[in-house]
């Protein structure tokens, strides 16, 4: 004759039981948000977002997903550092192609992209057009096209156009199509021409002002209004040796606007010790001026553009 099956009385909790299931719960509450699900960033551009002509080209690639498999760091990649400085869990990819326009990536490179993104940053040729400098009609109509890419795939996507800055060589060189007029003119028309295609288009959030952002640093006497007479003491240059592309300065000054545009946090919380200036060698009083000019080109950027 078998014996019968005990009956099962489950064990009363223990009081270090308790304890340590209030832990893991206090754990679990006090994790990000975003350490679960990281935010899906794209960057979309050309030279000017991938770092041409400085160490920012290459840098860190490895930390970021470049689409097209030339192991780009770029600009892409400061951003992403800076978020991790500031405990943030951003995936960051990229997709650029040198001297592009926006109709190249829709054109011919949609296939890469083409999926849902939490936040994208469309950078335009630098003269909004390369045959017709200052037109925007491809830009209006290709941004819209990827917009509308975009939101099929994510109805909540944020997607922001980078406007870009004032290049010496179109401004001090008689070949240029804003040549006599002040450094400043260029990035002001490229603003108000980035700005008419986002207020026209609801699906686009907003622009951040890169190319104010280096009038502001001009303005403040951070950086040297002319780069062909020289340098001023004490200041930076924000172009490269073409005085076209971005120096290392410049792009550090791009990866700041778009952090503060993107995450909504201070750019000076970086600190005279932000890493990533460290390892390009911008000093630390560089860096501190540099994130102080983003903090008030931002602050001075309209509600319309403001992080949301």
């Known amino acids: 004759m078998t ?25 679990l509450l006090s994790m990000p948000a975003s350490a679960a699900s990281p935010q899906r960033i794209l960057f979309i551009g050309n030279s000017f977002t991938y770092g041409a002509h400085s160490p920012v080209w290459h840098y860190r690639a490895g930390t970021v997903h470049d689409l097209n498999g030339d192991g780009v760091g770029g600009v892409p990649a400061l951003f992403k550092l800076f978020t991790q400085e500031a405990g943030l869990h951003y995936d960051v990819s990229l997709e650029t192609d ?96 980035y700005r008419k295609v986002a207020d026209g288009n609801p699906q686009i ?61 201070d750019p000076r919380s970086l600190g005279r010790g932000e890493k990533a200036a460290q390892e390009l060698g911008i000093s630390p009083e560089q860096a501190q001026a540099l994130q102080t000019v983003a903090y008030r080109q931002l602050q001075a950027t309209p509600a319309r553009d403001a992080h949301r």
């Open 205 to 265: 959030d907003g622009v951040i002002p890169l190319g104010l952002a280096f009038n502001r640093a001009i303005a403040e006497h951070v950086a040297d209004p002319d780069p062909y007479d020289g340098i001023a003491f004490g200041q930076v240059d924000l172009w490269a040796y073409d005085h076209y592309h971005a120096s290392t300065y410049g792009y550090y000054l791009e990866a700041l606007m778009d952090f503060g545009a993107i995450t909504g946090k």
């Open 3 to 27: 014996s019968p099956i005990p009956s099962y009385r489950p064990r009363a909790a223990t009081p270090r039981l308790c304890a340590a299931v209030l832990l893991l719960l206090a754990l």
């Open 98 to 193: 040198a001297g592009q326009t926006l109709k190249f990536h829709f054109t011919h490179r949609a296939n890469r992209f083409d999926r849902a993104w939490d936040h994208v940053v469309m950078q335009e040729y630098s003269t909004l057009s390369p045959t017709h400098p200052g037109d925007p009609r491809d830009f209006r109509r290709y941004a819209g096209r990827l917009a509308a890419l975009f939101h099929r795939r994510n109805p909540e996507v944020d997607i922001r156009l980078l406007a870009t800055w004032s290049r010496p060589d179109q401004t001090y060189l008689k070949r240029g199509h804003w040549y006599g007029q002040p450094i400043q003119s260029m990035a002001r028309d490229l603003y108000r021409a």
